[in-house]
């Protein structure tokens, strides 16, 4: 079943990242749905699956997006892994935990990104980035990490019996 859930979230999020975000994208800044995907399973099903998940959606993010092969898949594993060491500590049913993991998975993101391409000779302006991509990709991933959030908990939390109350 985790296998089946796993292809299918590697799916949609090609199929998102490839044809309706960059028609969503402010200042051509896209949201990190891959990020995302990965912090909410590392959440709930720990370390390995989220870093199994990072790593693939990292390998097919430098396919498709990337100038160099090997840095996407590189820092979405251990986004995952790191987040799924925090899988037994993490309240699964507050809100504030996907928003706040999704603004320090972006940090961590961005600014190990940079730094990757900064030693590969890329040209990217530091100001730039944290004024633009880093801003803009934050309130992307913080708006979009309760929805993708809410799936995940569907699919992975056993529902709960309530008696006598709504």
Do not use: W
Not at 123 to 144: A, K, Q
Request: contains cysteine.
């Amino acid at each position: 079943m985790v296998i089946l859930i796993l292809v299918l979230v590697v799916l949609v999020n090609l199929i998102l990242q490839t044809t309706i975000f960059p028609y969503i994208s402010v200042f051509g800044v896209e949201p990190n749905l891959a990020l995302l995907a990965v912090i909410s399973m590392a959440i709930f099903k720990g370390r390995f699956y989220g870093s199994f998940l990072g790593l693939t959606l990292g390998i097919i993010q430098d396919i498709l997006f990337s100038p160099v092969l090997g840095v996407n898949s590189f820092i979405l594993f251990f986004a995952g892994y790191l987040v799924g060491l925090l899988e037994s500590k993490i309240i699964k049913d507050n809100l504030f935990i996907p928003i706040l993991l999704s603004i320090l998975g972006t940090i961590y993101y961005n600014f190990t990104y940079y730094i990757f391409m900064f030693f590969l000779s890329k040209n990217i302006s530091f100001i730039s980035f944290t004024r633009h991509v880093l801003l803009i990709e934050t309130i992307y991933n913080c708006v979009l990490a309760i929805p993708i959030y809410k799936i995940f908990s569907k699919i992975y939390v056993a529902p709960k019996i309530r008696f006598g109350s709504k």
